[in-house]
């Protein structure tokens, strides 16, 4: 089965490309874009069909190589 | 003395490592990411470049390589281990050393000669080091570290942030920050300070012919101090 990921900065670290994207976005006349944090989305195909498994098995895959958890928070869809 | 340079692939700066090393009177070898054992060593480098392409974050793939649990293993048993810029964001990713570096501040690849000062002496690295202020090259892309402010305050209370930026006088004002880096930290020691990561390039500075021959300290004291 397939399970989704979404890496993204904590709130309060630096995110100069998030930055560089709004700003972009304002010099295209999209001038109430007040933020942008830019994440990773991750699909990941588990041989298996017991979600409960699959979904514990990710976890481990976010905590250990997915996401470096000094700066960043990881969410499993 | 023995050496030993890991090269991964997309390393980048191992034969100039070699080079240094060799040039300073170390037996140096080269080893490769997926052997299992590194021979015997006095000290392990990682070496800059950007390995396995940098994917994912800088250093990751490379933390998980299969040569990286003997480095962790002799690290842990009080061996000697150097990262340089991407060594320095594998010992990180590792967790052999605390924090990450992240993308420097303003988006761009960072590439010229920088002033670091040297904070502790109190280590195999820089002892009896001639200089205090060296004159060295950066070359990266994600030399901005950061860490919590609890484990700042750790590598402060044990004299743990090995060099910093500053000017060719010492000054380390925001000025002489590259990169955006936590109180100007170019780079750190673990808590028994065998381990050293920094970003900036000694092994390119050995040679009076280039810019500055600052890495000639770093690499002859070293060996002094493990001879």
Same mark, same amino acid.
Request: aromatic content about 10%; hydrophobic content about 35%.
């Given at each position: 089965?397939?399970?989704?990921?979404?890496?993204?900065?904590?709130?309060?670290?630096?995110?100069?490309?998030?930055?560089?994207?709004?700003?972009?976005?304002?010099?295209?006349?999209?001038?109430?874009?007040?933020?942008?944090?830019?994440?990773?989305?991750?699909?990941?195909?588990?041989?298996?069909?017991?979600?409960?498994?699959?979904?514990?098995?990710?976890?481990?895959?976010?905590?250990?190589?997915?996401?470096?958890?000094?700066?960043?928070?990881?969410?499993?869809? | 003395?023995?050496?030993?340079?890991?090269?991964?692939?997309?390393?980048?700066?191992?034969?100039?490592?070699?080079?240094?090393?060799?040039?300073?009177?170390?037996?140096?070898?080269?080893?490769?990411?997926?052997?299992?054992?590194?021979?015997? $060593?006095?000290?392990?480098?990682?070496?800059?470049?950007?390995?396995?392409?940098?994917?994912?974050?800088?250093?990751?793939?490379?933390?998980? $390589?299969?040569?990286?649990?003997?480095?962790?293993?002799?690290?842990?048993?009080?061996?000697?281990?150097?990262?340089?810029?991407?060594?320095?964001?594998?010992?990180?990713?590792?967790?052999?050393?605390?924090?990450?570096?992240?993308?420097?501040?303003?988006?761009?690849?960072?590439?010229?000669?920088?002033?670091?000062?040297?904070?502790?002496?109190?280590?195999?690295?820089?002892?009896?080091?001639?200089?205090?202020?060296?004159?060295?090259?950066?070359?990266?892309?994600?030399?901005?570290?950061?860490?919590?402010?609890?484990?700042?305050?750790?590598?402060?209370?044990?004299?743990?942030?090995?060099?910093?930026?500053? $000017?060719?006088?010492?000054?380390?004002?925001?000025?002489?920050?590259?990169?955006?880096?936590?109180?100007?930290?170019?780079?750190?020691?673990?808590?028994?300070?065998?381990?050293?990561?920094?970003?900036?390039?000694?092994?390119?500075?050995?040679?009076?012919?280039?810019?500055?021959?600052?890495?000639?300290?770093?690499?002859?004291?070293?060996?002094?101090?493990?001879?």
């Amino acid at each position: 089965m397939k399970i989704k990921v979404i890496v993204t900065l904590k709130e309060g670290v630096l995110d100069p490309q998030g930055k560089a994207i709004q700003q972009t976005l304002n010099g295209m006349n999209f001038s109430d874009v007040k933020e942008v944090r830019q994440g990773k989305y991750f699909d990941i195909e588990v041989d298996t069909k017991d979600e409960k498994k699959a979904k514990t098995k990710v976890e481990e895959m976010c905590k250990h190589l997915l996401a470096n958890l000094v700066i960043e928070d990881y969410k499993i869809l | 003395m023995k050496s030993s340079v890991i090269i991964f692939p997309g390393s980048n700066c191992d034969r100039d490592m070699d080079v240094a090393l060799k040039k300073f009177g170390f037996k140096n070898q080269m080893v490769w990411h997926n052997d299992a054992e590194i021979p015997k $060593s006095d000290l392990i480098v990682l070496p800059g470049g950007f390995s396995y392409g940098d994917y994912l974050r800088c250093g990751s793939i490379a933390a998980k $390589s299969k040569i990286i649990k003997s480095v962790v293993e002799f690290a842990n048993t009080g061996g000697l281990v150097l990262g340089i810029c991407n060594g320095f964001q594998i010992l990180t990713e590792t967790g052999l050393l605390t924090g990450i570096l992240q993308q420097n501040k303003y988006q761009k690849f960072i590439c010229k000669n920088v002033h670091v000062k040297i904070n502790d002496k109190e280590n195999k690295y820089f002892k009896n080091i001639k200089k205090e202020i060296l004159s060295l090259h950066i070359a990266h892309n994600e030399g901005n570290y950061f860490c919590s402010e609890n484990e700042l305050k750790f590598l402060k209370d044990n004299n743990l942030i090995a060099v910093t930026y500053c $000017s060719k006088n010492g000054n380390e004002s925001e000025e002489y920050n590259p990169n955006g880096t936590l109180k100007n930290i170019a780079g750190i020691f673990n808590k028994d300070k065998n381990i050293l990561g920094m970003m900036p390039h000694p092994e390119r500075m050995i040679d009076k012919y280039l810019s500055s021959n600052d890495g000639s300290f770093f690499f002859e004291n070293l060996f002094e101090n493990l001879k």
